[in-house]
């Protein structure tokens, strides 16, 4: 009986878990992929194909996000129909602990979170990655040929172009000046180049502009000052970083966020040898392993509240939702204060799973030792409902 039953409520779990899952990802895209790719589109026309391959590259750090969602959505509707529907009451009613509910949906949740960390290893960043090389290769190609003669270019945040003659057959402007704007959009600087091109980092894939014979240009006082000393700097050869002030993500590849878990590890040893600051590495280290375990922590928490709480699908999907936004929260407290020294990057990230965990445990052992949790609630509700005592499970029967 008992292999029959394990075998019935984890393939009851599926449905729902990849229902959210899709749902969890749909909003997540729609929040977030909705507005650059609506860019890449039409303000820089990379086509359908480079569209659909960019919002692929980004689906890996959605994924890392959804399906730990999912899964405590999941649980909570499948064990709250279970003690709905009184599943769970005649289970125990037949001498068969709530262990038989519980231990193996945490075995699963334990092979999701394994699952989701080779995603966090390998996967993520190979879509952050690719993402920022073909970002690179449509700004580019797209700016090559947006650029006209005598019209203002916007494409690069920080910066304006605007050239009085191009020749198509080199790709070489001729006549260039570049402004470079402060955060409110204000010229600060100005460069005044006889000719230049662009071109790409093979690098780092930042998109770079080669200006030759030119004056750079810029009032030593602030923006909001009286003007004050001029500097005027001739240079015969400039390459400017037009992709420095780019706002999508992190722009280095070899960002925590970007390289692979060993990279990662490497690169914390390499930061210490030289009493480097690692915390913000270290944190990202720690999300590594921590936002994948989150899966687990859900299964703790998730169990037994679907079995207090007798969930709906809509109940469940909402209480879930609580669930995560105070996990976040957490989260989000680590995020910000572990790179400041307020929390260390080890309990800013797995403080949100400590405590999750610590409550469904405490849940869970509340379950298996409360003697006839189930009978207990019926009898409580029928003394409600009539006005009765209710019966004492341990023979006798109290007011």
């Known amino acids: 009986m008992i292999p029959v039953l394990v075998r019935y409520y984890l393939k009851a779990v599926w449905p729902p878990f990849f229902l959210c899952v899709g749902i969890f990802l749909f909003v997540l895209n729609l929040l977030y992929s909705t507005p650059p790719i609506l860019d890449y589109l039409f303000k820089y026309q990379a086509g359908f194909i480079n569209s659909a391959w960019l919002l692929l590259y980004l689906q890996p750090s959605y994924l890392v996000l959804a399906v730990p969602m999912a899964y405590l959505t999941a649980l909570l509707v499948v064990y709250g129909r279970l003690s709905l529907d009184r599943e769970a009451m005649a289970l125990e009613s037949s001498g068969i602990s709530l262990s038989i509910l519980i231990w193996p949906m945490i075995g699963v949740s334990l092979f999701l979170s394994v699952l989701l960390v080779f995603v966090m290893d390998k996967t993520l960043p190979w879509g952050n990655t690719s993402y920022?090389?073909?970002d690179y290769e449509i700004v580019i190609r797209r700016a090559a040929i947006r650029v006209h003669e005598r019209?203002?270019?916007?494409?690069?945040?920080?910066?304006?172009?605007?050239?009085?003659?191009?020749?198509?057959?080199?790709?070489?402007?001729?006549?260039?000046?570049?402004?470079?704007?402060?955060?409110?959009?204000?010229?600060?600087?100005?460069?005044?180049?006889?000719?230049?091109?662009?071109?790409q980092d093979p690098e780092n894939y930042h998109v770079m502009l080669d200006l030759n014979d030119g004056i750079l240009q810029q009032d030593q006082a602030g923006p909001t000052e009286p003007p004050g000393e001029f500097l005027n700097m001739q240079f015969e050869d400039c390459a400017l970083d037009l992709s420095a002030h780019?706002?999508?993500g992190p722009m280095d590849?070899?960002?925590a966020r970007n390289i692979s878990i060993r990279a990662l590890a490497q690169k914390i040893q390499r930061e210490k040898a030289v009493k480097a600051d690692v915390r913000y590495d270290e944190l990202e280290y720690q999300k590594k392993f921590s936002i994948p375990?989150?899966?687990?922590?859900?299964?703790?928490i998730g169990i037994p509240l679907g079995l207090v709480f007798r969930t709906s699908f809509i109940t469940g999907f909402f209480s879930a939702l609580a669930l995560v936004v105070l996990y976040w929260l957490f989260l989000m407290y680590g995020q910000e204060g572990g790179p400041r020294g307020m929390?260390?990057?080890f309990w800013g990230m797995w403080l949100p799973n400590g405590l999750m965990a610590a409550m469904g445990i405490v849940m869970i052992h509340w379950l298996n030792h409360r003697l006839d949790f189930w009978g207990s609630l019926s009898g409580r509700k029928r003394r409600e409902e009539t006005g009765g005592p209710t019966p004492n499970f341990s023979g006798s029967s109290q007011p």
């Open 151 to 199: 019209v203002f270019i916007d494409n690069f945040d920080g910066y304006l172009l605007y050239a009085k003659d191009k020749d198509d057959k080199k790709d070489i402007l001729k006549g260039v000046t570049v402004e470079f704007l402060d955060k409110s959009s204000h010229p600060y600087r100005i460069i005044l180049a006889q000719t230049g091109t662009l071109r």
């Open 253 to 255: 590849f070899s960002d």
């Open 343 to 345: 929390i260390s990057p």
């Open 293 to 300: 375990f989150s899966t687990l922590a859900f299964a703790f």
């Open 132 to 134: 920022l090389k073909l």
């Open 246 to 248: 780019k706002k999508n």
